[in-house]
Nanobody
C-alpha cells in the first residue's frame, strides 16, 4: 500500500502561480495529477515516469510542468499563468508494485479567482 500526502493548493489570482507537491510513502513507478471541477468529470492533468517521459494535457501545456524527485518519492506540479478554469480539486496518484496498483491522494483545492 502507498500513502500519498498532497500540499500546495490554495487561492490565487488569475495569472498567478502555485506549486503542488505529493509525497509517497514508498517508491513508485509513475505519478501524476488529475483534477475535478464542480459538475465535471475527473481529467488527467499531467503524468510522469521519468524526466524524459511525461505527458501533459493540452489544456495546460506550456503553463504547467510536472517533475519528480525519486529520492523523496515526491511529484511536483508547477502551475503558472493560472486561469479561472483551472479551478478544481487536484488529485495526486501513484502507480506502484510489480502488478501495478494505483493509489490516490486526498485531493487539494486550487481556486483561481480575483
Amino acid at each position: 500500500q502507498v500513502q500519498l500526502v498532497e500540499s500546495g493548493g490554495g487561492l490565487v489570482q488569475p495569472g498567478g502561480s502555485l506549486r503542488l507537491s505529493c509525497a509517497a510513502s514508498r517508491s513508485t513507478f509513475s505519478m501524476g495529477w488529475y483534477r475535478q471541477a464542480p459538475g465535471k468529470q475527473r481529467e488527467m492533468v499531467a503524468t510522469i515516469i521519468s524526466s524524459d517521459n511525461t505527458n501533459v494535457a493540452d489544456s495546460v501545456k506550456g503553463r504547467f510542468t510536472i517533475s519528480r524527485d525519486n529520492g523523496k518519492n515526491t511529484v511536483y506540479l508547477q502551475m503558472n499563468s493560472l486561469k479561472p478554469e483551472d479551478t478544481a480539486v487536484y488529485y495526486c496518484y501513484a502507480d506502484y508494485g510489480i502488478i501495478l496498483r494505483r493509489a490516490w491522494g486526498q485531493g487539494t483545492q486550487v481556486t483561481i479567482s480575483s
